[in-house]
């Protein structure tokens, strides 16, 4: 039987990773607010509203499935610090040529916090558990005219040891609209609605609940398409003041000097910048800035690159292959690295000729 106070140093791994999130510490299944491919991660760890043949962007807004993902495949593994790493694996299919019945998408994401040392009060060794958690999920997306609309169910399985276990089931509404060229877009996404089903004890806590927006334009003279995203727009004041810091006094009262947090600051929290520069049919380059990152995650003597994100892409044969790389600390960032495929290029369309004969099609 494992002894439950070690499973305190999974539960403080578990609140670390939580830092990825855009409110951390709040409650359960914070992994769900991490990036799903290296494109998002690249991006400031968030895109909402750009509408492609992308699955792991429908992942985050279902508002995004249409027909152009039809039969696609992705695969994302990301490579995070002391040997904790984490996935994502999504499909699309739509069951009709004309995407009126809209379409469909399962798959999984997965965190893996690595091997820990489990030892009792006094430190000794009893051996080794490995926290994780999971995520799967199937979702549906059709559109009306120029909007788009989804809706995403998750069934979330959550193990920090043996005996210490919680399960959930969440939702996610999403909507989008585009112009009618389609160089403009916005998004409005309502991420994670839903409950414990069993906690990890007898209380049972929050979901990462999130209201999200996203508004992007594709220039019409350069090949570039730069996003907004807009996140926690349920809460106005997301700002962190560090309890721990040194108190300084105000020497003409002598009364403790209080924190505060300017209102600029506030509202800046709130928005990610993002650009694609698309300079071939099968080259991408990607670069974003997620403010509230930077503004939590920095030390005072050196900010280094800490919430800037970058990346790229390319299409070999049948294959687009993506990385991505974000500084969350200056001694930290992660490497997200994504395949994403077509299975429909695998196999040739047959067509019938005038006398019934199939000719391959070229």
Not at 267 to 279: D, R, S
Not at 285 to 310: H, K, M, W
Not at 319 to 336: D, E, K, P, Q, V
């Amino acid at each position: 039987m494992i002894n439950k106070k070690p499973v305190l140093t999974a539960i403080i791994v578990f609140c670390a990773l939580s830092l990825f999130a855009q409110i951390g510490g709040t409650g359960v299944y914070q992994f769900l607010n991490l990036p799903v491919s290296s494109r998002t991660s690249a991006l400031g760890g968030v895109l909402n509203c750009v509408k492609d043949d992308d699955v792991s962007l429908a992942i985050q807004n279902p508002g995004l499935l249409n027909p152009s993902m039809d039969n696609h495949f992705e695969i994302s593994y990301i490579n995070y610090i002391a040997g904790v790493n984490f996935g994502t694996v999504a499909y699309a299919k739509t069951f009709d040529s004309a995407g009126k019945k809209g379409t469909f998408m399962a798959g999984m994401q997965y965190i893996n916090y690595g091997t820990i040392i489990q030892a009792d009060d006094v430190g000794n060794i009893l051996g080794t558990f490995t926290p994780g958690e999971y995520n799967y999920f199937i979702g549906y997306g059709n559109q009306w005219r120029r909007f788009s609309y989804g809706a995403q169910l998750k069934f979330i399985y959550s193990s920090l040891a043996s005996s210490y276990t919680s399960t959930g089931l969440a939702m996610d509404l999403g909507g989008f609209y585009a112009s009618k060229d389609g160089d403009f877009t916005t998004a409005l996404v309502l991420r994670n609605m839903g409950a414990e089903i069993k906690p990890y004890d007898v209380t049972r806590e929050p979901l990462p609940f999130e209201i999200q927006g996203g508004i992007s334009e594709k220039l019409k003279h350069l090949p570039l398409r730069i996003s907004v995203i807009l996140q926690h727009l349920e809460v106005f004041d997301m700002s962190y003041i560090n309890t721990n810091a040194p108190v300084q006094t105000d020497l003409t009262t002598g009364q403790p000097i209080v924190q505060t947090v300017p209102l600029s600051q506030k509202i800046a929290e709130h928005f990610i910048f993002a650009g694609e520069l698309m300079p071939g049919k099968n080259f991408f380059i990607r670069f974003g800035y997620n403010y509230q990152r930077r503004v939590e995650l920095t030390i005072p003597d050196d900010a280094g690159f800490v919430g800037f994100s970058y990346g790229f892409g390319f299409k070999i044969s049948k294959f687009n292959i993506s990385y991505g790389r974000a500084a969350y600390h200056i001694s930290a960032a992660s490497n997200t690295f994504t395949i994403t495929t077509n299975f429909s290029e695998f196999y040739k369309r047959v067509d019938k000729g005038e006398e019934g004969k199939e000719i391959p099609a070229p």
